[in-house]
């Protein structure tokens, strides 16, 4: 199964077989070229996928010392995504398939992400809570099976990714800003400034992240702006982040009664958050599977994983070219036995 990610600003191409498992993966990111605006801009991404999604599957065909016509399908993420940037990945993806005589079909990108630390050793079985935070989405999910997907709680606001983003570009570190964060975080003192954990002090399993966005921007306004000082805070900052990202785990935990957690999407390569759902997990009896941290972000193995399993149980689109840039989770059908 070739899978091909281009949702955002990561075009991922991965080949990946049931039998053998992960066979080659490669990754081109646009961070770069998108960091002198501050921010992903659509249009550059969509061109850019363009120029790179083909020599990239070229260059993965022959990481895995494979030829098109060995393939036996195609999987792109179809959603939720950029408009333009999702077309790239849908159009090249079914123009192969239709040249192949294979069958294609259109991924959820966050199943991608939520399924991604079954690509690891001892992988987890469902059921599970899934905690997925990542650049746009924060969310809570019961996997009752793999397919069957219920959100426990949602994001009222910015994601967790985007809190980190946002968060370092007000202390004026360079995009992307979440991984410089928490690089930074681990310079500062984690005791010397305590920002709200938002939303623990009533129940519910929803996130809320923009408030504590604001308390850093005045924190950090009314400060002396020093180095020290701003480490000190991102330090704040991230312990603000984990232990409320803890906390609502172990309430969804709870009160689903399991003890079986998978952690998710680019904020699950925080070595403060993993550390932190490892002691929790010790105290409280449950344990956690992360996938490894170059899978936490954007990349075309859990797409290719997805479109195995699910190809493999035998779904497949017809040739039509769609994209879902907005598209729930909780819709997804379970997978065929
Ligand atoms: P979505 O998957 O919701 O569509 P996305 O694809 O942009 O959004 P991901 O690629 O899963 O998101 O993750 C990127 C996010 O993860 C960014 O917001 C980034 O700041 C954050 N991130 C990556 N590494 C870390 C880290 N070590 N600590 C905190 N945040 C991180
Ligand atoms: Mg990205
Ligand atoms: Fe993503």
């Known amino acids: 199964m070739l899978g091909v990610e281009s949702s955002c600003d990561e075009t991922g191409v991965a080949i990946y077989d049931l039998a053998l498992g992960l066979r080659a993966h490669r990754l081109y990111s646009q961070a770069a070229m998108h960091a002198e605006y501050g921010g992903v801009v659509p249009e550059l991404a969509s061109r850019d996928h363009v120029r790179k999604l083909l020599p990239l599957l070229e260059a993965t065909l022959g990481d895995a010392g494979l030829r098109p016509r060995d393939l036996g399908g195609v999987a792109y993420t179809a959603g939720p995504g950029l408009a333009g940037a999702l077309l790239v990945g849908a159009a090249t993806a079914r123009a192969l ?3 192949l005589d294979i069958p294609a079909l259109g991924v959820h ?11 690891e050793p001892d992988p987890p079985q469902p059921p599970f809570v899934a905690l997925l935070v990542s650049g746009g989405h924060s969310m809570l999910v019961q996997v009752a099976a793999i397919g069957r997907y219920a959100l426990l709680g949602d994001t009222l606001d910015d994601a967790a990714g985007e809190a980190f983003d946002k968060t370092a570009m007000l202390l004026g570190l360079p995009y992307p800003g979440g991984p410089a964060l928490a690089n930074l975080a681990t310079q500062g003192r984690r005791d010397t400034y305590r920002f709200t954990r938002p939303l623990l002090d009533r129940p519910g399993l929803d996130f809320s992240f923009s408030g504590l966005k604001t308390q850093v921007l005045l924190a950090w306004q009314r400060s002396d702006q020093s180095a020290t000082t701003r480490a000190d805070i991102a330090a704040g900052f991230e312990v603000a982040m984990v232990e409320t990202l803890v906390e609502k785990c172990r309430r969804a935990l709870r009160a689903s009664g399991g003890t079986r957690l998978v952690v998710a999407g ?7 958050l993993r550390a932190a759902l490892a002691t929790a997990g010790a105290r409280d009896g449950f344990r956690t599977w992360f996938p490894r941290p170059e899978f936490c972000t954007d990349n075309g193995a859990m797409i ?11 779904e497949h689109g017809d040739a039509a070219i769609r994209i879902f840039p907005r598209w729930s989770l909780d819709g997804l059908g379970a997978l065929a036995a």
């Not at 990108?109 to 690509?119: C, F, N």
């Open 266 to 272: 680019g904020v699950g390569a925080n070595r403060a």
């Open 109 to 119: 990108h966050m199943e991608g992400h939520l399924l991604a630390p079954l690509l």
């Open 304 to 314: 290719a994983h997805v479109g195995a399993l699910r190809l493999g149980a035998g």
């Open 97 to 99: 398939a239709w040249a």
